[in-house]
Nanobody, 124 residues
Framework: QVQLAESGGGLVQAGGSLRLSCAAS????????MGWFRQAPGKERDFVAA????????YYADSVKGRFTISRDNDKNTVYLQMNSLKPEDTAVYYC?????????????????WGQGTQVTVST
């Protein structure tokens, strides 16, 4: 069983920065893709960013491109999401996810392992 644990959420003023971490334990394979999703109250769970373990290829939602950076440390089985220039509309619960598939990486239904989520709140 693969277990994911997010950390780094909190309350930040608009324009500030946060770095989220996702530590994976259990069975983790180099062929996996790691993704970040977020869900605001009353909204659907939306794709934020993803990265492949083997090559480090990255994918970003248009809404965060240029502000967020996803990276990974393969030796630690840890993925990071550096969030800069935060906006109030970034407020959501952020979830880390993992999948062995190499297709449909931007769709939440492609991911079979999920963390519990961490709250990010951006104030004005």
């Amino acid at each position: 069983q693969v277990q994911l644990a997010e950390s780094g959420g909190g309350l930040v003023q608009a324009g500030g920065s946060l770095r989220l971490s996702c530590a994976a334990s259990g069975r983790t394979f180099s062929s996996y893709t790691m993704g970040w999703f977020r869900q605001a109250p009353g909204k659907e769970r939306d794709f934020v960013a993803a990265i492949t373990w083997r090559s480090g290829r990255t994918y970003y939602a248009d809404s965060v491109k240029g502000r967020f950076t996803i990276s990974r440390d393969n030796d630690k089985n840890t993925v990071y999401l550096q969030m800069n220039s935060l906006k109030p509309e970034d407020t959501a619960v952020y979830y880390c996810a993992a999948t062995p598939v190499n297709y449909s990486r931007l769709v939440s239904s492609s991911y079979n392992y999920w963390g519990q989520g961490t709250q990010v709140t951006v104030s004005t």
